[in-house]
């Protein structure tokens, strides 16, 4: 099992690109059957984490669409801190629309909870929401997920757009922090 280290923690092999490209596929391909091909919807990455999530996915989805990023953070090093910091918002008219938010990870839920805040006033046609992973044992929102790429267990994972402090966005593997 390979490990790699990233500041004082140690992180282990957890899902390989093969394996998250079946994910992103699958994702792509159940909203696209969902949504039709005569729909163009606007997807919305959250930024910084989802940023090779929503590039693959896009790159993946056979029907016509929009995409632009919202950016917000609740991370301080691996632990949420409870708190959404809204940093760049949407500054396009998403009236009629359908919207699918493009998240990397949904965990507790507070920044799902804060999309939907977001969106309330914005008077889209429907709100969909997507995530690659999805840690359901922290999940503490009665909110809904339309699309979850896979269910992983309550461990901090890093790669494939996902950080710890700063790093190892860029490694195309996931890794879970090593106990």
């Known amino acids: ?5 990233i500041h004082d923690k140690h992180f ?3 899902i390989d690109r093969d394996r998250i490209n079946s994910y992103v596929k699958f994702l792509a391909n159940q909203i696209a059957e969902d949504i039709g091909p005569d729909e163009v919807p606007v997807f919305i990455g959250i930024l910084n984490g989802s ?3 929503a590039a693959d996915f896009v790159r993946n989805y056979p029907h016509d669409c ?24 949407i500054n396009e008219d998403l009236t009629g629309k ?8 949904i965990d507790t839920g507070n920044t799902l909870a804060e999309i939907h805040e977001i969106f309330r006033d ?3 046609k429907q709100l969909k929401i997507a995530t690659l992973f999805f840690k ?24 494939y757009g996902l950080d710890y402090d700063g790093l190892g966005r860029n490694l195309s593997d996931i890794y879970q922090l090593k106990l």
Do not use: Q
């Open 66 to 89: 929009h995409i632009t990023f919202v950016k917000m953070a609740s991370y301080e090093g691996v632990n949420s801190t409870g708190k959404i910091k809204h940093l760049v918002g």
């Open 51 to 53: 940023f090779m999530f």
């Open 136 to 159: 359901p044992d922290v999940f503490r929102k009665e909110l809904p997920i339309d699309y979850i790429g896979k269910s992983i267990e309550d461990k901090f994972i890093v790669g």
């Open 98 to 105: 359908t919207v699918v938010i493009l998240e990397d990870i």
């Open 122 to 124: 914005k008077n889209v």
């Open 12 to 14: 282990v092999s957890f």
């Open 1 to 5: 099992m390979e490990s790699i280290k």
